[in-house]
């Protein structure tokens, strides 16, 4: 055990069984204490607290007689003091349960001092409150795979979340888990017992999602035959997830905000006042700043939702994380009847170079056919090739250069025939308007609204372009 004294006001106790990270943590901590108490696991620790009240404590988590947080509640831990928890065990289930404890923060190792030493000033000017205790839950992973620093990042913030029901915003490309973290964010908030229920704005017809969102009254419209509870409704003392919001009209959005504002609303065609008891989540693959500013999504309803944002990270940068991915998905697959698969060390390494468009939706559906379609148990670098190469409806990281090529030898054809007919740019943009068109309303299911959405356009656009290239939407 050591101690050293400094300047300031202070007491803080290290438990860390690592001499570097004790002595490196003591020297940057130099200034910001009187009384700095280094100690290297739980016994020692529960002697010294015996007599002693440290102000702050800062605890790893693998230590060599048991774990740093699960054995602090039971050692006479005055509950007002704030705790950091240090980990290398860099998952969602530790940062939930350094939370569980009612921890200050929790800094995945390895840290950063300057972020170690701002947390360590901020929780020695505030003392933790009782009601910000929770108890974990006890899954441990809520579906999230990976410890790359970028999902660390959305660790943290799913644990901040877990005492308080504030709006959050998920953002991040299409496929990258957003709904994953929504599911997360309510399995180890407040409202856990409660349910958690989704509804997607892109896949609902305009004039219906005010129903679809508060319900309606019988006779309320054409069809309305009876009493229909809506998703706020049927989101009672629960999660209320709200995917693809960019996607939602703008008068249904006013709607909303009036019950973020108010925590009430009434059914359509009702005028009972109902109370909204959810906490909402929201999510999108669009920049919503720039819907803002093109006056497509109101911007007070914006800064409603984005009380916390959780920006997810797209695959390409998480590559490190790619191996743990795959494992995850085989494990899954093989839960679900799927022939159990390895992957060879030089297939591993093509799925870690593939840029990944369609993001972690894209490897599962990979990793799927590699479990259906490979002869061995192995998989091969040449079983990946070919999935990737014919990889249904993400392009895989050659595409662009194959469209590329493609292009420049149907453009050197047409150029070598001086007589031939002009207006290149446009015959070329109509055959691959409607190449386009086909794939995305097949990839949809003949869905307009969604194939709308996958291309970017409004459905009308997309109505008006399939009528002028000829092309039957039914059988397209």
Same mark, same amino acid.
């Given at each position: 055990m050591t101690q050293a004294r400094t300047a300031g006001g202070k007491t803080i106790l290290l438990v860390e069984d690592d001499p570097a990270i004790a002595l490196i943590v003591r020297e940057t901590l130099a200034g910001e204490c009187a009384h700095f108490a280094s100690v290297t696991g739980i016994a020692e620790r529960n002697a010294w607290l015996a007599e002693n009240r440290p102000d702050? $404590? $800062?605890? *790893?988590?693998?230590?060599?007689?048991?774990?740093?947080?699960?054995?602090?509640?039971g050692a006479g831990v005055d509950p007002l003091t704030p705790v950091i928890v240090l980990s290398a065990r860099n998952t969602l289930d530790t940062a939930v349960r350094a939370t569980g404890i009612g921890s200050y923060d929790y800094l995945p190792k390895p840290f950063d001092l300057d972020e170690l030493t701002a947390s360590v000033r901020a929780a020695l000017q505030r003392r933790v409150l009782p009601s910000e205790r929770v108890e974990p839950a006890t899954d441990d992973s809520h579906g999230l795979v990976g410890r790359a620093p970028a999902m660390q990042a959305v660790y943290r913030t799913i644990a901040r979340l877990a005492t308080n029901d504030l709006a959050v915003l998920i953002?991040?490309?299409?496929?990258?888990?957003?709904?994953?973290?929504?599911?997360?964010?309510?399995?180890?908030? @407040?409202?856990?017992?409660?349910?958690?229920?989704?509804?997607?704005?892109?896949?609902?017809?305009r004039e219906l999602i005010e129903a679809e969102l508060f319900g309606h009254e019988k006779g309320a419209f054409t069809g309305a035959t009876s009493r229909s509870a809506g998703r706020f409704e049927q989101a009672a003392g629960g999660t209320l997830f709200l995917d693809e919001i960019g996607d939602m009209p703008i008068e249904a959005q006013t709607r909303l905000l009036r019950v973020l504002q108010t925590s009430e609303y009434s059914t359509v065609g009702g005028s009972q006042a109902l109370r909204a008891d959810v906490r909402v989540v929201a999510a999108t693959h669009r920049d919503m700043r720039a819907l803002v500013a093109d006056g497509r999504f109101r911007e007070d309803l914006f800064y409603r939702l984005n009380v916390i944002p959780v920006t997810l990270p797209p695959l390409r940068e998480r590559r490190s994380d790619i191996a743990?991915?795959?494992?995850?998905?085989?494990?899954?697959?093989?839960?679900?009847?799927?022939?159990?698969?390895?992957?060879?060390? =030089? =297939?591993?390494?093509?799925?870690e170079r593939h840029d990944w468009?369609?993001?972690?939706?894209?490897?599962?559906?990979?990793?799927?056919?590699?479990?259906?379609?490979?002869?061995?148990?192995?998989?091969?670098?040449?079983?990946?090739a070919a999935v990737l190469r014919d990889?249904?409806?993400?392009? *895989?990281?050659?595409? =662009?250069?194959? $469209?590329?090529?493609?292009?420049? *030898?149907?453009?050197?054809?047409? @150029?070598? *025939?001086?007589?031939?007919?002009?207006? @290149?740019?446009?015959?070329?943009?109509?055959i691959v308007e409607a190449a386009l068109l086909r794939r995305t309303l097949r990839a949809a299911r003949g869905n307009q609204l969604e194939a709308a959405r996958r291309l970017g356009i409004n459905r009308n656009t997309l109505r008006k372009r399939l009528g002028q290239l000829a092309i039957d939407p039914t059988h397209p």
């Open positions: 702050l $404590i $800062i605890t *790893d988590v693998v230590l060599p007689d048991g774990d740093g947080i699960d054995s602090l509640p953002l991040g490309e299409s496929g990258t888990g957003k709904e994953v973290v929504a599911r997360a964010i309510h399995a180890t908030g @407040l409202r856990r017992k409660g349910p958690f229920v989704a509804i997607n704005m892109a896949a609902i017809p743990a991915l795959v494992h995850h998905f085989v494990e899954a697959g093989r839960h679900a009847g799927l022939p159990d698969r390895q992957f060879a060390p =030089a =297939a591993m390494q093509l799925l468009p369609g993001n972690v939706r894209e490897l599962g559906n990979v990793v799927q056919r590699l479990a259906v379609l490979s002869r061995d148990t192995v998989v091969t670098a040449h079983d990946v990889g249904g409806e993400e392009a *895989d990281a050659g595409t =662009a250069e194959s $469209i590329a090529r493609a292009v420049d *030898d149907w453009a050197r054809e047409q @150029l070598a *025939d001086a007589g031939g007919e002009g207006d @290149l740019h446009g015959r070329l943009l109509a």
